[in-house]
């Protein structure tokens, strides 16, 4: 058990451009969320996944957002025509459905910059 | 609509005290509350949890306090140790299914001097 991993870590890219972020949840779990983190801000939730279906997306996601989770393990998240509004810290979390007390464990991130 | 309020966006204690964390919530369906952590450049990482069927949890130097009345949450930290410097978020869920969804505060910044 790795924990979720995220790559990449870092992405700069120009305003227009397409961005994808991967992310790898721990091997057993069957739910993946998605988080945005901005400055002085707590994560914002995007949408949740429990195996390969994307039962939720938040307002926050804009029609230039789109996420899959093809074979219900790891799970992509890509931007479209990207804005300076976009700049955020993408935060993955994985967690195992089931438990009344589940928890959600998160990976260290993909920090945006959108200049 | 912020949903959980945390309103210190910082906190400093020394070494050795008590560090007490607040948090507030507007919305009554929530039934679970958790406390994370986060050091730079890395994500959040689970602290403590409570149900909202309990007012207190503790583990370790670690203790939560849920008020349902009064809609509000504490984090008790004793002994504070430098290595707890750190930015602590509030997070809380709504019951009656929808998967796992969080609702963040906006954190506090905690540092605990020597």
């Known amino acids: 058990d790795t924990g979720v991993s995220q790559n990449p870590r870092h992405k700069i890219t120009k305003r227009g451009q397409n961005v994808t972020f991967r992310c790898d949840p721990i091997?057993?779990?069957?739910?993946l969320y998605w988080y945005r983190q901005t400055l002085g801000q707590g994560p914002e939730f995007l949408t949740y996944?429990?195996?390969?279906?994307?039962?939720?997306k938040s307002r926050l996601l804009s029609d230039r957002f789109s996420a899959e989770r093809p074979k219900g393990s790891f799970s992509t998240l890509e931007i479209q025509r990207t804005e300076q509004g976009d700049s955020a810290m993408y935060l993955c979390a994985s967690s195992l459905q089931g438990n009344i007390n589940e928890k959600l464990f998160f990976g260290s991130g993909t920090q945006l910059s959108v200049l | 609509d912020q949903q959980v309020k945390q309103n210190s966006p910082s906190l400093s204690v020394q070494e050795g005290r008590i560090s007490i964390l607040n948090c507030d919530y507007t919305n009554s369906m929530f039934d679970y509350f958790l406390w994370y952590k986060k050091y730079p450049a890395e994500g959040p990482t689970f602290l403590i949890s409570?149900?909202?069927?309990?007012d207190k949890n503790e583990d370790g130097r670690f203790t939560v306090f849920l008020n349902k009345s009064a809609k509000h949450l504490s984090l008790h930290i004793v002994p504070s140790q430098p290595g707890d410097s750190a930015v602590y978020f509030c997070a809380a869920r709504e019951g009656g299914g929808g998967g796992n969804k969080l609702t963040f505060g906006t954190g506090t910044q905690l540092k605990v001097e020597l």
């Open positions: 091997s057993e779990h069957n739910r």
């Open positions: 996944f429990q195996n390969e279906a994307q039962l939720e």
């Open positions: 409570i149900s909202s069927i309990k």
